[in-house]
């Protein structure tokens, strides 16, 4: 009985894995544009937010004799927890017309940051921390996305923004930890993604190559498919690299894949 709980608890908690929303992305955001690079831009900053909060607190995990799945960095706040409540919440405050499906999207939420504390990779602070980060990660981006602070930028200056300023926040966090160790790299891979999102974003959207859209699920597949394909390559490059600055670069790749590189991929082929 207790494996089975084990397993399910294991399949919660990957609902609020980095992986499983990286992946999951694209999918939303060739479905329907707006929430999609919302979602994602609230995503990666709660990411990035979490990490730069573990690189300065530096608190140990719960002793790894409790541990039931694998664990690496610090604890504090939660980043399962961080994306639960971003992801998951953000996706129930635009299904709030949809009172099941937003029920079913907050149930999650504590669900999954139980599941860390089940799991024994994490303490119930941990998991309050997670959450507050990711709650405010929805309200700072909805803010600044309410605000029209896109349309303050033209093209350029809009592109400069784009490279510069997640490379400042992927160094600060650097400067907050001391050097080089594991919640680094995961800032320079997050704001690296959240850099050539926007870059390819802000392109596709001024020279009109971004992809409408659309309710079609082969359509939403066929886009989606061939931005995993992308980004597996470009994964799979980077990992016959060490250097901190060309993992950011890769993942910068990966997230021009996804609002650049597949609306022209899709445009060319079909003419």
Do not use: C
Request: proline fraction near 3%; glycine fraction near 8%.
């Amino acid at each position: 009985m207790s494996s089975m709980v084990d397993y399910l608890f294991i399949l919660i908690t990957n609902l609020g894995s980095e992986l499983f929303l990286l992946a999951s992305l694209p999918i939303i955001y060739y479905y329907r544009r707006e929430i999609g690079i919302r979602i994602a831009t609230i995503v990666l900053t709660g990411i990035w937010l979490t990490h730069i909060l573990k690189a300065y607190f530096k608190i140990e995990r719960p002793p790894e004799k409790f541990w039931k799945v694998s664990a690496s960095g610090y604890s504090f706040p939660s980043g399962h927890s961080t994306n639960a409540a971003s992801y998951w919440g953000y996706l129930a405050y635009r299904s709030r017309n949809h009172r099941i499906l937003a029920i079913i999207f907050i149930l999650l939420i504590p669900l999954i940051g139980y599941s860390r504390v089940y799991l024994g990779v994490h303490r119930f602070e941990d998991i309050i921390g997670g959450f507050i980060v990711g709650l405010f990660s929805i309200i700072l981006i909805e803010f600044l996305f309410r605000s029209d602070i896109k349309n303050r930028f033209n093209l350029y200056s809009g592109l400069v923004t784009s490279i510069i300023l997640p490379l400042l926040l992927a160094f600060a966090t650097f400067i907050v930890a001391g050097g080089f160790i594991s919640e680094v790299e995961v800032a320079f891979k997050t704001m690296g993604a959240l850099s050539g999102v926007y870059f390819g974003y802000i392109i596709a959207e001024n020279k009109q190559i971004h992809l409408e859209d659309t309710d079609k699920v082969s359509e939403i597949a066929i886009r989606s498919i061939i931005a995993l394909v992308l980004i597996m390559i470009i994964y799979l490059l980077n990992k016959l690299t060490s250097t901190m600055l060309l993992t950011y670069v890769f993942y910068w790749f990966m997230g021009l894949s996804i609002t650049l590189l597949v609306p022209i991929i899709i445009k060319k082929t079909r003419g």
